[in-house]
């Protein structure tokens, strides 16, 4: 996967996560405007039953829906990323987007990467010598 299929991949899940949760929290606030939860002190113990109310949940569900392919779409770039960097020479830059991604800061790795970063699929030259046919 190329450095450029990785970069798309990564801005399109950025952007239907974003999208997805502005959704969710319009539904939200459109919900506390009408009315639309039963509340017991702070907390949401119900709902009323009304077209607004089913119509606000779908439109949660499809924002929750939107943040998951989001979610998936960021895990697939970190992979191709990660099998990108692979065949370089150089291992730093797999093992640094390897290990942040392990430890759930991989969008700082992937951010850097696809700034900064290598791409693995793009010929580079040679850096060994080859020896004369004489020699």
């Given at each position: 996967?190329?450095?450029a299929t ?6 399109g899940?950025?952007l ?5 949760a502005?959704?969710a929290?319009?539904a ?5 405007a ?7 002190g ?17 439109l ?9 392919a ?18 370089l ?7 640094v987007?390897?290990?942040l991604g ?7 790795g ?5 700034i900064?970063?290598?791409d693995g699929?793009?010929?580079?030259p040679s ?5 004369a046919?004489?020699?």
């Amino acid at each position: 996967m190329t450095k450029a299929t990785v970069t798309r991949i990564f801005i399109g899940g950025a952007l239907a996560a974003t999208a997805g949760a502005i959704l969710a929290i319009v539904a939200v606030w459109i919900g506390i405007a009408n009315d639309v939860f039963v509340m017991n002190g702070p907390d949401i113990v119900g709902l009323r039953e009304s077209a607004v109310t089913w119509s606000l949940l779908g439109l949660g569900i499809v924002g929750a829906l939107a943040i998951a392919a989001g979610l998936i779409a960021g895990l697939v770039s970190w992979i191709g990323a990660l099998l990108n960097l692979a065949p370089l020479e150089s291992k730093t830059w797999f093992v640094v987007l390897l290990l942040l991604g392990m430890v759930n800061l991989g969008i700082f790795g992937m951010i850097a990467y696809l700034i900064v970063g290598p791409d693995g699929t793009k010929a580079t030259p040679s850096r060994r010598m080859h020896a004369a046919a004489g020699a």
